[in-house]
C-alpha cells in the first residue's frame, strides 16, 4: 500500500524569515565592504620587484619615494624626451625591512616620505568591535525566535525528520509469539474488530481505543502488537516515546499531530508507541532540581488531545508499551484512553520451551537436544534472552564446525548468557584458585541443604565475565514466584557459604566475597524494611516499594524514628550474622566432604550433573538448621569455629 507522507502546512513565521534574511544581508554587507577597502590600499598601481626598484633608484630614474612598512610606492622622473607624461607610479614589497634604503634614497637624490595615515583605521577598528558582537546578537535572536514562536517556528526541525511512521504490513503472526497466551487471547478481540468492525458496530459495542502493553523488557511486548497488526493484515505504525521528545520544544507534539493524520488515512490501522513512559510520565512530578520538562507536557497533552479527538470504531486502534506503569501519567489510564492493561509477563517454564521452539525452528538442532530441560535451566528468561540463547548456540556450534546445535553447545550458551564470556586468558595463582575452589564448594554445599532452592546444577572455577572467577549454579525445580520466610535465610545462608569456607579453610578472608556479601545484606534488608518479616518490627514497610524516578536523590526509605532505624539496621544485622554462623557450622559439620569436592574441582575446573549430586549426596545437616530455618534462632552456644591446620 502507498504511503504518502503527509506534510502538514504549516507556515514558516515570517519573523524567522525577517531575522534570518537580515543577517544575511548584513553579512553581505561586510563582504562587499572588504572587497571595497581591499583595493583602495593600492593596488592598482603596477608591482615591481624590489630588486627593480633599487636598480631604478641607483639608475638615478626614481623621482620620489612613499615608504610604507609593507609598501613603497614609487614615482618615476619623467621621460627626457615626452615630459608631458603622465608620472609613471608603481609599487613594490621590500623583502624585509632594508635599513640602508634611506641612506641609498638620498644618495640617489630620491625625494621621500611615509605615507599618510592611514584613514580607513577608524573604519577597521569600529568594525572590529561592533561586529563580532552583532554577529552573536543576530545568532541569538535566531535561536530564540525558534523557540518562542512555539510549535510551528520549531517545525523547521520537526519538518525535515518528517517521516513515514507506517511500516506497512508487518507479516508477523501470532504463532510467531510464544508463552503469552493470556495477552494473545486478549489481542484476539482487537484483532477481530479490525478484520470486521461492522460486527461490533451494528450491535453499539465500543472496542477499547488504546490498549496497554505493560512487561518487563524483552517479553515481546513489540512483537505482540506487531503480531496483531499482520493477523488483522492491517497497516502498523510506529514510533517510540522517546522519539517523541526533542531538544526544541514543539516537535514531538508536531510528529504526534502529524503520526495521527497518517494513521486516521490509513484506517483501519494499528498505532503502536513503544516506550510510553518515556512521554507519559506523570506531569508536574518532575522534581525540582530538573524543573518542568514542557516539551513532554506539551507531547503528552498533544497525545491526550488526539486520543479524545477521533471514535475508536473509526479503526484506529492504539496500542502502547511500557515496563513501568507506575510512572505513567494518570490521565493516560482514563476511560477511552488507555484503559486497558494486558500483562505481558516473563514466561513461565512452558511459556520458555514453545519460545525456544519459535526460535529453533530456524536452526538445525542436534537428536539429543530437548527443548524443555533447556527451558528447565533457564528460569527468568524472558523472550528476548531465549531468542539471544538460541542463536548463541547455533554460533558456537558453527564455530565448532558442529553439523548441528548441540546440547553442550545450549549449555555453554546459557553459561555465556547468565556469567558472561569465559576468560582463560586470566590466569590465577595456586592459592587464588584454590581460594576459589573452596569458595564454590562452599556455596554449593551449604545451598544443597537449603529448602526451596533446588539442585546445585554445576560448579566451576573457570574465570567467566567481567568479574567472576568461579560461580556456582543452582537451579530450583519449577519457576518460583513467591520466597518463604526460610527460603530467604537458606539464600543468605548459601550467599554466605562461600565466605564461609575461606574462614574455615584459610583461616582468613578475601575481597572474593564482595558481591555474595552485598546481595545477601540487600536480602536481608528487604525482608525486614519490605517484606514485614521481622518479628519485633512487624508487619510496616520502611521502605517505599516503587523507588521515584528522581531516585537517587531522595531517600528510599519512610522517615522513621532514629531509634527504628536503629532497630533496622539491629535486625538486618542479627540475621544476616545468624545466617552466616549457620553456614559456617553447616561447613564445619562437612568439612571433610568440603575438602574432598574442591581437591576434584581444583583438578577438573568443572563439577557438574550427575557426578556433583552424587558428592553432595552425602552432606550432613546439623542438628540446629531445621530450628533455624524456622524460627531464624540459634542454639545458645554454636560450637566455636577452629580454623583447620
Ligand atoms: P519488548 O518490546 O517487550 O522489550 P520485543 O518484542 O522487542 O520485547 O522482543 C525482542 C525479541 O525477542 C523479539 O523480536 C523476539 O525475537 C524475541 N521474543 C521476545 N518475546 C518473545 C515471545 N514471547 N515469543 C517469541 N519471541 C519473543
Ligand atoms: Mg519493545
Ligand atoms: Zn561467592
Not at 486520543?307 to 484506529?316: E, L, T
Not at 544443597?448 to 543452582?474: D, N
Request: charged share 25%.
Amino acid at each position: 500500500m502507498a504511503v504518502e507522507t503527509n506534510n502538514t502546512p504549516f507556515q514558516k513565521p515570517p519573523k524567522l524569515k525577517q531575522i534570518g534574511g537580515s543577517l544575511l544581508t548584513f553579512i553581505t554587507i561586510l563582504l562587499l565592504l572588504n572587497l571595497a577597502i581591499i583595493p583602495s590600499l593600492g593596488s592598482h598601481y603596477r608591482d615591481v620587484p624590489y630588486s627593480d626598484f633599487i636598480e631604478q633608484v641607483e639608475a638615478g630614474k626614481v623621482e620620489r619615494a612613499i615608504v610604507g612598512p609593507e609598501r613603497i610606492q614609487y614615482t618615476l622622473k619623467p621621460a627626457p624626451n615626452s615630459p608631458s607624461e603622465p608620472p609613471r607610479v608603481f609599487v613594490t614589497t621590500p623583502v624585509t625591512i632594508d635599513l640602508d634604503l634611506p641612506k641609498i634614497l638620498r644618495e640617489n637624490d630620491v625625494e621621500f616620505a611615509a605615507p599618510p595615515p592611514d584613514n580607513l583605521g577608524w573604519l577597521s577598528t569600529v568594525l572590529g568591535w561592533i561586529v563580532p558582537p552583532l554577529i552573536f546578537f543576530g545568532i541569538w535572536g535566531w535561536l530564540l525566535s525558534r523557540n518562542q514562536g512555539g510549535g510551528p517556528a520549531a517545525l523547521t526541525v520537526g519538518q525535515s525528520k518528517a517521516r513515514i511512521y507506517s511500516e506497512g504490513s508487518t507479516g508477523i503472526k501470532f504463532d510467531d509469539v510464544a508463552g503469552v497466551d493470556e495477552a494473545k487471547a486478549e489481542l484476539q478481540e482487537v484483532v477481530e474488530f479490525l478484520r470486521d468492525s461492522s460486527r461490533y458496530t451494528q450491535i453499539g459495542a465500543k472496542i477499547p481505543k488504546g490498549v496497554l502493553l505493560v512487561g518487563p523488557p524483552g517479553t515481546g511486548k513489540t512483537l505482540l502488537a506487531k503480531a496483531v497488526a499482520g493477523e488483522a493484515g492491517v497497516p502498523f505504525f510506529s514510533i517510540s516515546g522517546s522519539e517523541f521528545i526533542e531538544l526544541f520544544v514543539g516537535v514531538g507534539a508536531a510528529r504526534v499531530r502529524d503520526l495521527f493524520e497518517q494513521a486516521k488515512q490509513q484506517a483501519p490501522c494499528i498505532v503502536f508507541i513503544d516506550e510510553l513512559d518515556a512521554l507519559g510520565k506523570s506531569r508536574g512530578g518532575n522534581s525540582p532540581f530538573i524543573g518542568g520538562n514542557d516539551e513532554r507536557e506539551q507531547t503528552l497533552n498533544q497525545l491526550l488531545t488526539e486520543m479524545d479527538g477521533f471514535d475508536a470504531n473509526s479503526g484506529v486502534i492504539i496500542l502502547a508499551a511500557t515496563n513501568r506503569p507506575d510512572v505513567l501519567d494518570p490521565a493516560l489510564r482514563r476511560p477511552r484512553r488507555f484503559d486497558r492493561q494486558i500483562v505481558v509477563d516473563r514466561p513461565d517454564k512452558i511459556g520458555r520451551e514453545a519460545i525456544l521452539q519459535v526460535h529453533a525452528q530456524y536452526v538445525k538442532l542436534a537428536e539429543e537436544v530437548d527443548l524443555a530441560k533447556i527451558a528447565a535451566r533457564t528460569p527468568g528468561f524472558a523472550g528476548a534472552d531465549l531468542a539471544n540463547l538460541v542463536n548463541e548456540a547455533a554460533l558456537l556450534a558453527a564455530r565448532q564446525h558442529h553439523p548441528a546445535v548441540t546440547m553442550a553447545d545450549f549449555n555453554e550458551a546459557i553459561d555465556r548468557v547468565i556469567a558472561g564470556l569465559e576468560k582463560k586468558s586470566r590466569v590465577l595463582s595456586d592459592i587464588e584458585k584454590k581460594t576459589v575452589a573452596y569458595h564454590e564448594v562452599g556455596h554449593a554445599l551449604v545451598g544443597s541443604l537449603m529448602p526451596g532452592a533446588g539442585t546445585v546444577e554445576k560448579i566451576s572455577v573457570v574465570p567467566r565475565g567481567v568479574g567472576a572467577l568461579g560461580y556456582t549454579v543452582q537451579l530450583p525445580e519449577d519457576d518460583r514466584f513467591l520466597m518463604m520466610e526460610d527460603e530467604i535465610r537458606g539464600r543468605i545462608a548459601t550467599l554466605l557459604g562461600g565466605r564461609s569456607a575461606e574462614e574455615l579453610i584459610f583461616g582468613k578472608v578475601s575481597t572474593g566475597a564482595g558481591d555474595d556479601i552485598q546481595k545477601a545484606t540487600d536480602l536481608a534488608e528487604r525482608s525486614v524494611t519490605l517484606y514485614g518479616m521481622s518479628k519485633s518490627l512487624g508487619a510496616i514497610a520502611f521502605e517505599k516499594s516503587q523507588p521515584q524516578f528522581w531516585e537517587g536523590w531522595q531517600n528510599p526509605r519512610r522517615s522513621v524514628s532514629p531509634k527504628v532505624a536503629e532497630e533496622i539496621d539491629r535486625e538486618v544485622k542479627d540475621m544476616v550474622d545468624r545466617a552466616h554462623q549457620m553456614a559456617r557450622l553447616i561447613l564445619q559439620t562437612n568439612q571433610t566432604l568440603l575438602e574432598q569436592i574442591a581437591e576434584i574441582l581444583l583438578h577438573q575446573e568443572i563439577l557438574e550433573g550427575a557426578e556433583l549430586q552424587e558428592q553432595l549426596k552425602s552432606a550432613i545437616a546439623p542438628a540446629s538448621l531445621q530450628d533455624w530455618l524456622q524460627t531464624g534462632k540459634l542454639p545458645q552456644e554454636l560450637p566455636q569455629l577452629q580454623p583447620a591446620a
